[in-house]
């Protein structure tokens, strides 16, 4: 009678495998729960640690994460107690596993290594570890080091004639190819993957290589292909109900859209990316999805939007448990602020386009401040703030009448009232953007001088924050030697000799690093300029 029992709970166990790669996960959870009950009413504990495992892997798809990391714990827990180290380490790699998608890289690491030397004896456990340990890396942009795990990781499979370990092998080398811009070979490894996963009916590895075959397209701009490809992705993750991979594929299916100029369609896939990224805890993917929205709202002039979806991504890498040793989120992050400086830059030249006399001014003072802000020792964060401050200080003239920005003539006593709100109105175009960066007393101050006689707010000395002073003495140089629709520009000389006369404006050290760095400033205006043209 045992021997009845126990083939019957692994029977239970086998076709909740075949159910789960035909694509029928509610028919294989209830095998799942079936075997589990079963084997352990009779004592299989060997039965009932893996079945717990493979379902919390199935509960991890379905988005199920509480249930997902209670059936690993469980694995855990008989196979440990059993001293079956094998098992007790394929429940640990299942648990580091779950470490990644969530953001805890270090982690994930510790427990891949634990799982590695507890069960390193078994061929195919060691090739799913290393399979693990490579994906480990590439999240971490550690190119070299993933390639040579998976590389491992292949012969291993090989080894031990797993055709299916074979089959996750190729398609991480096809997306390690694809990281380093190998197209052609992440071509053959898809392909590869997907065949044997076609012939052994994985559904979800087929979608999987759809997926991420679909970003080589992207990359090669063959956007129908893509779209193809992520759609056919698309209908197996919801077929799986494998809520985590529906997030990238919306994602690549938003971008196609936006590069294909169906901007409604476009908001609509991002959207879905980032709300269900969102409620599965799916960090890199949310703030991925969002630099890609931002990116489409950029495009359509929705500038305040893209900004603040742009601060969103930025806390959500920000708050990564790892994040110092997370390289490729470094990586990211550096992408992440390029694109926060084409927006700013996109936008305060949007404020000058319809201005001639004004048209470059956001760019000039943006080159001229950093160069002052180098020069005052101050660091590279401390400059993105400068330069980013340099793009928007004007943004508040959006609210200012055409007549009174371009009036030929002396502006009378209420047409510069009107002038000295544009920083105040700025702040308040911005009300419901946040930046990481602190920009907004620069917007604020920036027209401010140290003996009080600036506005809005009359400051004086040390109340000035040197970011907006150092964005008010370059603002007064571009203004004066460049013509305006009231005077003719002046020379670099009389510019100069001017704020010579009114230095008291300004902190003698702020004046004396203008002074300094002027010189070097122009000169690299000049080529940027030349370099736009």
């Known amino acids: 009678m045992p021997r009845t029992t126990a083939v019957r709970a692994a029977d239970l166990l086998h076709r909740a495998r075949d159910h789960e790669r035909a694509g029928c996960t509610g028919e294989a959870a209830g095998c799942y729960r079936d075997a589990v009950a079963e084997a352990g009413r009779t004592g299989e504990w060997a039965i009932e640690?893996?079945?717990?495992?493979?379902?919390?892997?199935?509960?991890?798809?379905?988005?199920?994460?509480?249930?997902?990391?209670?059936?690993?714990d469980r694995s855990y827990e008989i196979a440990f107690r059993n001293g079956d180290r094998i098992l007790a380490a394929e429940a640990l790699n299942v648990r580091a596993g779950f470490a990644i998608e969530h953001g805890d890289i270090e982690a994930a690491r510790a427990t891949f290594l634990e799982a590695l030397g507890m069960g390193g004896a078994s061929a195919e456990l060691r090739a799913r570890i290393e399979q693990n340990l490579g994906v480990l890396a590439n999240v971490q942009g550690q190119l070299d080091e993933a390639?040579?795990?998976?590389?491992?990781?292949?012969?291993?499979?090989?080894?031990?004639?797993?055709?299916?370990?074979?089959?996750?092998?190729?398609?991480?080398?096809?997306?390690?190819?694809?990281?380093?811009?190998?197209?052609?070979?992440?071509?053959?490894?898809?392909?590869?993957?997907?065949?044997?996963?076609?012939?052994?009916?994985?559904?979800?590895?087929?979608?999987?290589?759809?997926?991420?075959?679909?970003?080589?397209?992207?990359?090669?701009?063959?956007?129908?292909?893509?779209?193809?490809?992520?759609?056919?992705?698309?209908?197996i993750f919801d077929q799986l109900g494998a809520q985590l991979d529906k997030t990238d594929a919306y994602r690549v299916i938003g971008v196609v859209y936006r590069e294909t100029g169906r901007p409604a369609l476009a908001e609509s896939r991002l959207r879905s990316s980032i709300?269900?990224?969102?409620?599965?805890?799916?960090?890199?993917?949310?703030?991925?999805?969002?630099?890609?929205?931002?990116?489409?709202?950029?495009?359509?002039?929705r500038n305040q939007e893209a900004l603040s979806l742009l601060n969103a991504a930025h806390r959500l890498f920000g708050g990564l448990d790892a994040r110092a040793d997370l390289v490729d989120v470094g990586r990211k992050v550096a992408q992440l602020e390029a694109?926060?400086?084409?927006?700013?830059?996109?936008?305060?030249?949007?404020?000058?386009?319809?201005?001639?006399?004004?048209?470059?001014?956001?760019?000039?003072?943006?080159?001229?401040?950093?160069?002052?802000?180098r020069e005052l020792g101050l660091d590279e964060q401390q400059v993105t703030t400068v330069?980013?401050?340099?793009?928007?200080?004007?943004?508040?003239?959006?609210?200012v009448p055409h007549e009174i920005l371009n009036k030929p003539g002396r502006l009378t006593d209420d047409e510069f009232d009107v002038i000295k709100m544009h920083p105040i109105w700025g702040l308040e175009l911005l009300e419901g953007v946040e930046f990481p960066w602190d920009i907004k007393p620069i917007i604020r101050w920036h027209h401010e001088k140290s003996d009080g006689s600036g506005y809005p707010d009359r400051?004086?000395?040390?109340?000035?924050?040197?970011?907006?002073?150092?964005?008010?003495?370059v603002d007064v140089?571009?203004?004066?030697?460049?013509?305006r629709s009231y005077r003719p520009a002046m020379s670099e000389e009389v510019a100069l000799a001017e704020m010579a006369r009114c230095r008291h404006w300004w902190r003698a050290d702020v004046y004396e690093a203008f002074r300094r760095s002027i010189p070097a400033a122009l000169a690299l205006a000049a080529r940027e300029g030349a370099a736009a043209a």
């Open 49 to 72: 640690a893996e079945a717990l495992r493979r379902a919390a892997v199935l509960h991890h798809h379905r988005s199920e994460h509480q249930a997902a990391q209670e059936a690993c």
């Open 147 to 235: 390639l040579v795990h998976y590389a491992r990781s292949l012969e291993a499979y090989r080894g031990a004639g797993n055709e299916h370990g074979c089959a996750l092998a190729y398609h991480n080398l096809g997306m390690i190819s694809a990281d380093r811009e190998l197209w052609d070979e992440a071509d053959g490894y898809f392909a590869e993957s997907r065949s044997i996963a076609e012939r052994l009916g994985d559904l979800h590895l087929q979608g999987l290589c759809l997926l991420n075959h679909s970003e080589v397209f992207v990359a090669r701009q063959e956007f129908e292909s893509a779209k193809r490809s992520a759609e056919g992705a698309l209908a």
């Open 275 to 301: 709300e269900l990224a969102g409620a599965n805890g799916l960090v890199l993917c949310e703030a991925e999805s969002s630099r890609e929205l931002a990116l489409l709202y950029q495009g359509m002039g």
């Open 339 to 373: 694109t926060f400086l084409a927006v700013v830059r996109d936008w305060g030249q949007s404020i000058e386009s319809s201005d001639t006399y004004t048209f470059g001014h956001c760019e000039r003072v943006a080159t001229y401040a950093a160069e002052v802000a």
């Open 387 to 399: 330069r980013l401050g340099a793009y928007l200080h004007d943004v508040g003239k959006i609210r």
């Open 459 to 473: 400051l004086r000395g040390d109340e000035i924050p040197l970011h907006a002073m150092i964005i008010g003495i």
């Open 477 to 483: 140089y571009d203004a004066l030697t460049t013509t």
